[in-house]
Every structure is written in C-alpha cells, then in structure tokens.
T-cell receptor
Framework: GNSVTQMEGPVTLSEEAFLTINCTYT??????LFWYVQYPGEGLQLLLK?????DKGSNKGFEATYRKETTSFHLEKGSVQVSDSAVYFC???????????FGGGTRLMVKP | EAGVVQSPRYKIIEKKQPVAFWCNPI?????LYWYRQNLGQGPELLIR????????DSQLPKDRFSAERLKGVDSTLKIQPAELGDSAVYLC??????????????FGPGTRLLVL
C-alpha cells in the first residue's frame, strides 16, 4: 500500500536559517505529491504540489522537487521566518485522484 | 470564495454520548472527504463522497460511526456512542472533480473532539 515517511520533529531553527524537511514515499504507479501546512488551531492549507517526476512545486519561498529515482519530495526554504512556525505534512495522492495518504507531520519552530 | 466550513469547532462530551459534526464544502465541489487526525499524527481518511454517494468508506468504523451527504452538498458525521479513543480532530475536505482525476483537496478548520 501507499505510505509517507517524514523526519520527526520538532525542528528548531533560528530566523533566516535554511530549512529542509525530508519526505520519502512508497506508492504504486505515479502519485501526485503535496506539502500541507497546519498553523496552530487551524486546518490544513495546501502549500505546494507536484504531479509528475522532476516537477518542482513552489510557494511562499518553499520548494520541493518530485524525485522518482529516490522516491522523495523534500521541502526546502532558504530563509525561514518566525511566521513559518507550524506543522508540515507531506502527502501523496494515488492515480485515481482520490485518497490522500499523509506522513506523521513535522513541527517547525523558528526562533527570533 | 468561502472555504470549507465546519461546526462546531470544539466539542467536549462524556463517553457513551452521541456527537455530530457538520461540514459545508466549497461551492461547486462534488467530492467531500472526512478525515480523523489523532494528536501528533497525520490525517487518516474515514469516508469519501462523490456527490451524494459514499464511494469509499472502508476506514469508517461502522459500528458507531455514520455519515450522510443529503443532496450532495452539506455532510454530517455522527458518532454514537462516543468512546475515549474517539478524541481527535475531525477534518472535512472538498475537491472539485469526480473520480479518476487528481484534484487538490481543500480542508476546513476541523472539529476538535474531547471525550471524557
């Protein structure tokens, strides 16, 4: 079956530091890949997505590249801000375009 | 455009009591999902609707959970009776297309349930 594995948190960084949150997946076929962000007390918001190999999703300074050869979709940002503090979820969506399978989430804490 | 609306935002009940959650998806979205998110974990799908039809309810504990989506718009998720282990955040999401197409899911703020 499908599965998503993320690095465990919390990840604590100082403002303007470089961020990487690792995500690897197991799936049959060619899934679409997503990063969602969950701010305290709120629902999940789509951060970025990629639908095929070598695609790069980007939004708000965050980037992730769909690497089929390593089955990875690592999230990166060059300079984090305090406002980026949240829980980040990697997810995949199967070929039929319905069910999302989520990783366990990674909490990011950015200190001023 | 209004997002996915859920109510209530918080609910505290005693075990063995019934509880219901309501979701209004984004206008025009045919597909509706209910997820459960346990503390410190990612969401897990409970049930998916295409219009008013439940097309995937394999993860729904049918002995105590039920859901409906009358007229293919709003949806209600019910638990009766609630157990301590049902404490979680219940998320509703919607997407615009029918089965067979990849479409982004948009999530509501969730209902945080605490069973005492």
């Amino acid at each position: 079956g499908n599965s998503v594995t993320q690095m465990e948190g919390p990840v604590t960084l100082s403002e303007e530091a470089f961020l990487t949150i690792n995500c690897t997946y197991t799936a049959t076929g060619y899934p679409s890949l997503f990063w969602y962000v969950q701010y305290p007390g709120e629902g999940l918001q789509l951060l970025l997505k990629a639908t095929k190999a070598d695609d790069k999703g980007s939004n708000k300074g965050f980037e992730a590249t769909y690497r089929k050869e390593t089955t990875s979709f690592h999230l990166e940002k060059g300079s984090v801000q305090v406002s980026d503090s949240a829980v980040y979820f990697c997810a995949l969506q199967n070929n039929a375009g319905n069910m999302l399978t989520f990783g366990g989430g990674t909490r990011l804490m950015v200190k001023p | 455009e209004a997002g996915v609306v859920q109510s209530p935002r918080y609910k505290i009940i005693e075990k063995k009591q019934p509880v219901a959650f309501w979701c209004n998806p984004i206008s025009g979205h045919n597909t509706l999902y209910w997820y459960r998110q346990n503390l410190g974990q990612g969401p897990e799908l409970l049930i998916r609707y295409e219009n008013e039809e439940a097309v995937d309810d394999s993860q729904l504990p049918k002995d105590r959970f039920s859901a409906e989506r009358l007229k293919g718009v709003d949806s209600t998720l019910k638990i009766q009776p609630a157990e301590l282990g049902d404490s979680a955040v219940y998320l509703c999401a919607s997407s615009p297309r029918d089965r067979g197409h990849e479409e982004t899911q948009y999530f509501g703020p969730g209902t945080r349930l605490l069973v005492l």
